[in-house]
């Protein structure tokens, strides 16, 4: 069974662009985060990546999860289980 989605990057139709408004910006996140998380795209991209842009990557995602749910959010959206 799947457990991860992404749906929005397949359904949007509005436009892409930053600087906007608070909308636009949050939509094109989503939209970015979305094309960028691509299996065949990253397949690519990560060997290419430095060890210093792979780290970048992680420690930016790990302070944004960190920083923006609970234990219960990040265990249940994020690992998708059960807190313990």
Not at 5 to 30: A, I, K, P, S
Not at 46 to 69: A, G, K
Request: glycine residues 4%; charged residues 30%.
């Amino acid at each position: 069974m799947k457990q991860h989605t992404h749906n929005f990057v397949e359904m949007y139709t509005g436009l892409v662009g930053f600087g906007l408004d608070r909308q636009t910006d949050e939509n094109t996140v989503m939209y970015y985060l979305q094309k960028f998380s691509d299996d065949q795209l990253l397949k690519r991209l990560i060997p290419s990546l430095r060890q210093e842009d792979m780290e970048e990557i992680f420690e930016l995602i790990n302070r944004l999860l960190r920083s923006h749910l609970s234990d219960t959010e990040y265990h249940n959206l994020f690992l998708k289980e059960e807190h313990p």
